[in-house]
Structure formats: structure tokens, C-alpha cells
């Protein structure tokens, strides 16, 4: 039933991802236009001033006149086409903020589609483990043995959870207060309830954020690296790359942390992450 | 462009030409949930009357705020002095009412001076498990009873009470808006910035010394901090745009601010001398108010990334950057519990805003509050259990504190003017 329906919400969601990367390659080329247009608008001023600067003193009165002629219409030649461009460029500015706008709105629709997403999938994790369970013990009563139930975690961190969904939940609450060993455990096992679990690449993920907060760059660069092998398809993994370059520039392995910080900027360009990856790139030696 | 920017800019505008419709005042009263409280007696012993009655107040109020007691009425028993032990007689007819715990204070008027003996007694063995002698002059009388009670707080409960915090709050009592503390009750207010202009958005940091706030002092809305000890006041931004809403971070070092540098609202960080600046946000849209989780780790802000103001959540280096609220085409004005396990905003519902509280995991959305008027502003008491904010329920903008569950709501400011924008202070 989940599974059915997911695929809608799945198509609806590339749809509006697909059309939000078109969106923001129009963008770009409009913001590209709009440069154009601007350079052409400096070099038709910076003309019109060089042709006036040009002008010498009239040596005969009849020359004079019609060089003033020809400037003159030169001149209001210019002033149309600059008058032209300066419209355009209006349009263009107006057109890229009208733009901008909708490309906001899409990504506000990006945002809710995957949050109803991440919702429902959370959901069928806990219908998993809850199935998993059942069938265990149905298992149990065909070999005759008697019914023992046993909660689906047995967690030592993140205490008192029993479902998937609640354990990593509570987990993220530890995070968030920063105890960070309960935290980690909690993850850990999260992920072994769960291997293929819907959140399984954020467990993994905040368990290298645990491993940072606590100072232990050398785990957490080990763990980020391994939400980018295992889930190279989660959207944690260009944080997890930052995250890679800024635990190696702690470990004071420059050459790695530039490695990372590159690899953001190359492969994510539009993402706030590569922003911060060119601030570090700049400031590392 | 939809802009928060602009929308602020209309705030301000709107602070500046303050309004003031007629609005019924409504108290919300709604059941606390089954937490065991300790049966508490307090009996105030003394000559004076007029003095008695006052230290009973302030200190009955100051143990119920604290939520922890129930008071538990004692017109029966009489007492003589400050024993040492209760005796067996009193010890029965307390614990015959229940009362597991008594407060005794003597209170003697000596000059300009009060003199306090506080004492407290747990009813079961009689015996005494705390006495201080406290002596002030009679202006800070509501100060002492507030150490007092603090104290039973401590000894009863182990944790820190909020008797002796304070909230600082913008108000235009004076005519321009202009920076205020009071204690945590609504008392002993006091105006700390002086410059006829317009100050907003304060923030204690997390040591109670100093408060940072947003001012025109010079003529630009700047970031500003005042040292409450030394009464000295400096700035720490000097763009000649917009920088507004700081907030310090848990260990008093960094202060996360917005600003309109790079052409729209992003968030910065600085050092606590205005130095360092470092970009935090890289969004396309207007990202403000940051607030700090109080393990450092995370900030949450409001931004309109997504076409319309809502909260976020990030790493306070600016990794990994999401979207907590999804209910409600405006939440903004995020402030992240002391105890990092809520985050109260306000959220606008049918046209005015309420208070709501979150999980940051996005769990568990609820609405404390519920008019009428506006809700906003919302900041949390250190101990995690009240959240203080500005309402405009009463007609004018008033301070009020409520309970995290909805309950138990109180109004702190009546003074006639709009009362803006609370920060309560750390214990």
C-alpha cells in the first residue's frame, strides 16, 4: 500500500526536482544575459564619452559644423540604443526576479514533497520491523514453541524506544543534547535493526556529526566517508564531503581537506556546501 | 520578491508608529500534567504586618512559579521565633495536613535595613535542612525573598530556580523604543539604553553580563552590547546596511547575527568583540533570527528558502541544512529551549501569530498559545518550563510568561506603553 503510494509521490517529486534544475539553469542563463547585456551597455557608454573626449577644437568653422552634425547624430544614435538596452535590461532584471521567486516556490514544493516522503517511509519502517516481528513469531508457533515476545530493539542506547522510527528519534534527541556516546549507539543500532532502513544514510551521517561534536575527527571523516560509499544517492552526501575536507583540515591534512572542499565545489556547484567549500579553499595554504 | 527584509523594515516601521486596538484580555487556566509536587507550608513571622504580608507575596508566588511545590494553607499554626527543630506537636498537626515541607521566615524591619531569617524544615524527621540569615536595604526586599526562594528551590529539588532571573524587553514608555530589564515577576524595571533611538531584538549572554541588541544609536541598525557590570556599551558591527537579530552562542565566544551584506539576509558569525566575521549561510532567500541549540552544535533560523518564511534547522558551521516546520504559510522567530529538546516560534495562524513548540526533529508541533491578538517574540525561562513573549492581547503590546504546556499564563508589564521583544535572562 506505502509502496503504492510512494511511486506517485516519487514521479511528482522528480518532476518538480527535474523542472527546479531546469529552473535553475534558466536562471542561470538569464543571470548570464543580464551580465551581457550590462558589458554591452558599459562599452556603448564608454564610446560615446571616447568620441566626445576625441573631439578637437574646430579649425574651420564649416568642418566644425559638421563634425558637431555627425556627432550629434552619432549621439542620438547611441542614446536610442543605450535607452533600448537599459529597457532590456529592465525586462531581464524583472524577468530574473519573477524567476527567482518561482524558483523559491518550487523549492518550497521540493521540500514539503520530501518531508511527506521521508514521513511515509518512516512509517513503513516500522511497518517492516513490525512485519519482521510477526512473521518471527508465527515462525515460532509452527515449531511449537511458545509465543515470546520480544520487543523489536533491545537498545542500550536510546532506551525504552521499540520501533525503528521511535529509536531513531530518540537518538536524534540525544544528538541534540549532545550526549553524543548515547547518541552513537543509538544510531548503531537503529542501523542494525534497520540496515536498509530509510533513514539508515542519516544515522549514518549523524553518527560521524557525534563522532565531530566530540572532537574525534579521525572516526568522524572514517564514518562520512562511509555514508558517501554506502548511500552515494543520499542527500547527506555533500555534507558529508564538507564535512570529510573540514575533519581532515582538524587533523591538520591539508591536502586531503582540499581534495574534499574541490570535489564539493565540482560536484554540487549550486549547493550552499560549495560556497563554504571556496571560503576554505581560499583560506587554506 | 517576497522578503523577510522588507517585512522587517514594516516590523520596525510598525514599532515606530505604535498602534493600539482594544482587545478582551483572556487567562488561559488548563490542567498541568500528573507531575508529583512536594505539599509545602510557609509561615512569615514578625511585627510588621505591612512587611509580612509583602515577603509572603513575593515568596509564595516566587515557590508556586517554580512549579515544584504545592502551597498548602496554614492558617492553624502558630509559631513563636525560629525553632531550631520542629517539635512533635507542630511536626503532627503539619504532616496531618500534609505539608512535607515548612518555610518559616522572620522578618524585622531594622532602619532602612530588613533583616530575613529564612529557614526550611522537612516535616518527617523536623528538621531543619537550611537557614540563612539575610540583611538588605528595603529597596531590594523583593530581591532577598527571591534568593530565599531560590534556595528552597535548590535544597528541594537540586535544580537551579528563576526567582532571581530577569527578562530585558524593548518599551516605549519613555517615547522611543528603548532597552528595559525587570525581574522575572514584572518588577523593579529598569531602562538601560538611554539614546533616543530605536533599540530591538536584546539577547543576554549565556553569563547574565551582557546583552547584545540591535540599535540605530548611530544612525544604521547595527549590532550593539552593553556590559551590565561596567554600564559600558560599544559596537560590534559597522556595515552600513541592515545587521540585526545576534544571538550568543552557548559558550559566550560567538555571536550569530543577520545581515543584508551580500545582498539579501544571510547569517553571520562573530567573535564577541565584533571580530572574526565569518558567512554561515550561503541561501538563496532571506535567512534571520538565528537561535543556538545549547550543546553549539546547531543553529536554527527563519528563512524563505522555500517561498515562504519557515524554520530551519544547520550545523553552526552551515552543513546540512533543513526544514523543521511544515504546517503554516509563516513560522518565524525560533528560540531553542534550554535544555535542546524544544524550539518555541511563532506561527501565524488565520491572520495573527501564536506561540508554537516543536521538536527539533520536527515532532510533536502544538500551539500554546491562543489569542486573542498577536503572539510573538517567544523566549524560554533557563529552567526550560515558561516561555516569556510579547502579545498584543490586551490591546497594547504587553510581556507576558507562560507555561511550556499552555498553562498558567501571566502578564508582567502595565505600564501603559508597548512592551516588546523579551530575552529572559540565564540563572
Known amino acids: ?285 | 520578491m517576497k522578503s523577510i527584509f522588507r517585512i522587517i523594515c514594516l516590523i520596525l516601521l510598525i514599532i515606530v508608529l505604535t498602534h493600539s486596538a482594544i482587545a478582551e484580555e483572556v487567562y488561559l487556566e488548563t490542567k498541568r500534567g500528573a507531575i508529583q509536587k512536594i505539599p509545602i507550608a510557609v509561615v512569615i513571622t514578625g511585627d510588621d504586618q505591612e512587611l509580612k504580608s509583602a515577603v509572603r507575596k513575593v515568596l509564595v508566588n516566587d515557590l508556586e512559579r517554580s512549579l515544584y511545590f504545592d502551597l498548602i494553607a496554614n492558617d492553624s499554626l502558630r509559631l513563636k521565633g525560629v525553632p531550631e527543630k520542629l517539635d512533635e506537636a507542630m511536626r503532627g498537626q503539619l504532616i496531618s495536613s500534609g505539608v512535607e515541607a515548612l518555610v518559616v521566615g522572620q522578618v524585622v524591619r531594622d532602619g532602612e535595613k530588613i533583616r530575613l531569617d529564612g529557614k526550611l524544615y522537612e516535616t518527617g524527621s523536623g528538621e531543619l535542612i537550611y537557614a540563612k540569615k539575610y540583611i538588605g536595604n528595603n529597596n531590594i526586599l523583593r530581591r532577598i525573598v527571591h534568593r530565599l526562594s531560590d534556595e528552597i528551590v535548590f535544597r528541594m529539588s537540586g535544580e537551579k530556580g528563576i526567582a532571581q532571573t530577569r527578562i530585558v524587553y524593548v518599551s516605549d514608555q519613555a517615547g522611543r523604543k528603548e532597552l528595559y530589564i525587570m525581574d522575572y515577576d514584572g518588577y523593579s524595571s529598569k531602562m538601560i539604553t538611554g539614546n533616543r533611538s530605536i533599540n530591538i531584538s536584546p539577547e543576554w549572554s549565556p553569563d547574565g553580563s551582557r546583552i547584545t541588541y540591535m540599535s540605530y544609536r548611530d544612525g544604521n541598525p547595527d549590532v550593539y552590547v552593553v556590559d551590565l557590570n561596567t554600564s559600558r556599551r560599544w559596537r560590534l558591527t559597522d556595515y552600513s546596511g541592515l545587521d540585526i537579530s545576534p544571538a550568543w552562542s552557548p559558550d559566550g565566544n560567538t555571536i550569530a547575527f543577520s545581515t543584508g551584506r551580500d545582498g539579501n539576509a544571510e547569517i553571520y558569525t562573530m567573535d564577541r568583540e565584533g571580530k572574526g566575521l565569518k558567512r554561515v549561510t550561503y541561501i538563496r532567500g532571506e535567512d534571520v533570527s538565528p537561535t543556538w541549540s545549547p550543546t553549539g552544535a546547531e543553529i536554527a533560523f527563519t528563512s524563505d528558502k522555500g517561498g515562504s518564511p519557515q524554520i530551519y534547522e544547520m550545523k553552526s558551521d552551515g552543513t546540512n541544512v533543513r526544514r523543521l516546520t511544515f504546517k503554516g504559510d509563516y513560522n518565524s522567530d525560533p528560540a531553542w529551549s534550554p535544555k535542546g529538546d524544544r524550539i518555541a516560534f511563532a506561527c501565524r495562524s488565520g491572520g495573527s501569530f501564536r506561540i508554537c513548540i516543536i521538536n527539533p526533529d520536527g515532532s510533536d508541533l502544538r500551539e500554546i498559545t491562543n489569542g486573542p491578538g498577536s503572539d510573538e517574540s517567544p523566549s524560554w525561562s533557563p529552567d526550560g518550563k515558561w516561555i516569556t513573549f510579547a502579545s498584543s492581547r490586551g490591546g497594547k503590546w504587553n510581556i507576558y510568561m507562560i507555561n511550556a504546556d499552555g498553562s498558567r499564563l501571566e502578564r508582567l508589564t502595565n505600564n501603559g506603553s508597548n512592551n516588546l521583544s523579551p530575552d529572559w535572562s540565564p540563572n
Open chain 1, 1 to 285: 500500500m506505502i509502496k503504492r503510494l510512494l511511486s506517485p509521490l516519487l514521479i511528482v517529486s522528480t518532476i518538480i526536482t527535474i523542472s527546479g534544475c531546469a529552473m535553475q539553469s534558466e536562471f542561470v542563463d538569464l543571470e548570464n544575459e543580464v551580465n551581457r547585456m550590462k558589458v554591452i551597455l558599459l562599452q556603448a557608454q564608454r564610446e560615446v564619452s571616447e568620441l566626445q573626449k576625441s573631439q578637437q577644437p574646430p579649425q574651420d568653422d564649416h568642418i566644425a559644423v559638421e563634425i558637431k552634425e555627425q556627432f550629434a547624430k552619432m549621439d542620438s544614435q547611441n542614446t536610442g540604443s543605450i535607452d533600448m538596452l537599459q529597457k532590456n535590461q529592465a525586462d531581464f532584471e524583472n524577468r530574473f526576479t519573477q524567476l527567482a521567486t518561482d524558483v523559491q516556490v518550487i523549492q518550497g514544493s521540493v521540500e514539503e514533497n520530501t518531508h511527506r516522503m521521508a514521513e511515509l517511509t518512516e512509517n513503513s519502517d516500522d511497518h517492516d520491523a513490525a512485519i519482521q516481528e510477526m512473521s518471527r513469531r508465527l515462525d515460532n508457533l509452527e515449531a511449537g514453541q511458545p509465543p515470546v515476545h520480544s520487543p523489536v530493539v533491545t537498545p542500550s542506547g536510546g532506551a525504552a524506544a521499540s520501533t525503528p522510527s521511535e529509536l531513531y528519534n530518540q537518538s536524534y534527541k540525544d544528538y541534540m543534547s549532545g550526549n553524543y556516546d548515547l547518541a552513537i549507539e543509538g544510531f548503531y543500532n537503529y542501523l542494525r535493526q534497520s540496515p536498509t532502513g530509510n533513514l539508515a544514510p542519516n544515522a549514518l551521517y549523524w553518527i560521524g556529526e557525534c563522532y565531530y561534536s566530540k572532537g574525534d575527527y579521525s572516526k568522524s571523516v572514517t564514518v562520512f566517508e562511509s555514508v558517501t560509499i554506502d548511500y552515494p544517492k543520499s542527500d547527506k552526501i555533500v555534507s558529508a564531503f564538507l564535512k570529510m575536507g573540514y575533519g581532515y583540515e582538524k587533523l591538520k591534512n591539508n591536502d586531503m581537506a582540499k581534495l574534499y572542499f574541490k570535489k564539493v565545489v565540482e560536484q554540487f556547484p549550486y549547493s550552499p556546501e560549495a560556497s563554504l567549500a571556496k571560503v576554505r579553499l581560499t583560506d587554506i595554504k
